[in-house]
C-alpha cells in the first residue's frame, strides 16, 4: 500500500514538472522566441537555477560552439538566472587586454543566446595566469554580464523559499605548488596572497547569517580526480588543504574544472560533493576512483536547480548538434 502511494505521488510530482516545463516553453513560442529547448532536462516548481561550465575559450573550435548553443537553450528551458565560468577562459594564454580579439572571438560572438545575457561569475584557470588576470578583472567594466570584481569573491542570493544561498567564488591558482617554480609561465601568480585569501575564506565560510541555507564554493582546481590528474601531486596538495575544510564549515558542493571531462565524486565519509565541469570546448579520457559518483568523457555542462533542502544537478551533453541528458544527481542541505 505504501509503495502505491509513493508511486502514486511520484507521478503527480513528474506531472507538475512536466506541465510547467511545457506552459514555460508555450509562453516563450507565444512571446515569439524561435529557438529550441533542451528536451530532457527537469525544470522543478520554484526552483532557482544556475549553469556551470569551464575549460571553453577555443575560439569557437573543438565542442566549443555546440556546448555553447545547447547553453543557451538549457537556461531558457530552466529559466536559468545565471552562469558560472570555473576558469581557463581563453587559451592558451589568457589575454592580453581588454581589447584582445579573444572576448570577441572566444566568448562575445560565441554565447550569443538571448538567455546567456545574463550575469556570468567568472574566476581565473591556470592559462587566464598566463596572460594579464587585471585584463579579465577590467572587462567587468566593458561587458554587463562578465563579472569578475577580484581574483576572488563573494555572492549571496535569495533563494525562493526566503533562504539564502552564499556563493564563493575562489582563486585556486595561487595554492597550486608547483606554479610557483614557473614565474614566467605565470607572472601575476606572486602577485596573490594566500594566506590573505584563506584567512577570507574561513572567515567567509563562517557567516552566521541564520538565512544560509546553502554554501557551495567555486574554484578552477579539483579537490579529487578519476581522470588525467587522478594520482598528480597538486591535485592531491590541494585537496589535502581544502577538502577537511569544506567538510568543517558545511561547504554542500564544490564546483570546479581543469579537467577537460565531467566528474561528480563525493569519497567515502566527506561531506562536501564534488562537480566537475571542465568540458566547455576539448575533452579528455577520465575515469573513477574512490567515491566517484559519475564520469564522462563528454562534451558539455552542468546545470544546478535549488528547491528547499534539495539541489537537483543534471549533466547536458553537447555534441555535433545533439544533446543528451547525462546524468541527475540529487543532494540534501545537511
Known amino acids: 500500500m505504501k509503495k502505491k502511494i509513493f508511486l502514486t505521488l511520484l507521478t503527480v510530482l513528474v506531472l507538475q514538472q512536466s506541465f510547467a516545463q511545457i506552459a514555460l516553453q508555450k509562453e ?12 530532457e532536462v527537469t525544470l522543478l ?3 532557482f537555477t544556475f549553469l556551470a561550465l569551464g575549460d571553453f575559450g577555443r575560439v569557437g573550435e573543438y565542442y566549443q560552439k555546440d556546448v555553447a548553443a545547447e547553453l543557451g537553450r538549457t537556461a531558457i ?7 558560472v565560468s570555473v576558469g581557463d ?9 581588454t581589447q584582445d580579439q579573444h572576448w570577441k572571438s572566444s566568448f562575445e560572438e560565441i554565447y550569443t543566446h538571448p538567455n546567456l545575457y545574463q550575469d556570468w561569475y567568472v574566476i581565473l584557470g591556470n592559462h587566464d595566469y598566463s596572460g594579464s588576470t587585471k585584463a579579465q578583472i577590467d572587462y567587468s567594466q566593458i561587458s554587463r554580464r562578465w563579472n569578475m570584481p577580484s581574483p576572488y569573491f563573494k555572492k549571496k542570493f535569495k533563494l525562493e523559499d526566503g533562504s539564502t544561498l552564499l556563493m564563493i567564488f575562489m582563486d585556486t591558482n595561487p595554492f597550486i605548488d608547483s606554479y610557483h617554480h614557473n614565474s614566467e609561465k605565470y607572472p601575476d601568480l606572486a602577485q596573490q596572497d594566500t594566506i590573505t585569501q584563506k584567512k577570507w575564506l574561513i572567515e567567509t565560510l563562517s557567516d552566521t547569517d541564520p538565512n544560509i541555507k546553502w554554501k557551495v564554493v567555486v574554484g578552477h582546481h579539483p579537490l ?3 581522470g588525467k590528474r587522478k594520482e598528480n601531486k597538486d591535485t592531491k596538495s590541494f585537496e589535502a ?3 577537511a575544510l569544506f567538510d568543517q564549515y558545511g561547504v554542500q558542493a564544490y564546483i570546479c574544472g581543469h579537467e577537460h571531462d565531467l566528474q561528480v565524486i563525493r569519497p567515502k565519509d566527506r561531506f562536501t560533493t564534488q562537480f566537475l565541469t571542465g568540458a566547455g570546448s576539448e575533452v579528455r579520457p577520465t575515469g573513477q576512483r574512490e567515491g566517484t559518483l559519475f564520469a564522462a568523457a563528454e562534451p558539455g555542462f552542468m546545470a544546478f536547480t535549488i528547491v528547499g533542502e534539495t539541489m537537483l544537478m543534471q549533466t547536458i551533453q553537447a555534441k555535433n548538434g545533439t544533446t543528451k541528458l547525462l546524468k541527475s544527481i540529487t543532494i540534501k542541505s545537511k
Open 28 to 39: 516563450e513560442r507565444q512571446s515569439g522566441y524561435k529557438g529550441g529547448f533542451t528536451p
Open 45 to 47: 516548481k520554484d526552483g
Open 77 to 83: 528551458t530552466l529559466n536559468a538566472k545565471f552562469v
Open 89 to 97: 577562459n581563453f587559451y592558451p594564454s589568457g589575454v592580453a587586454s
Open 224 to 226: 579529487y580526480s578519476g
Open 241 to 243: 588543504k581544502f577538502a
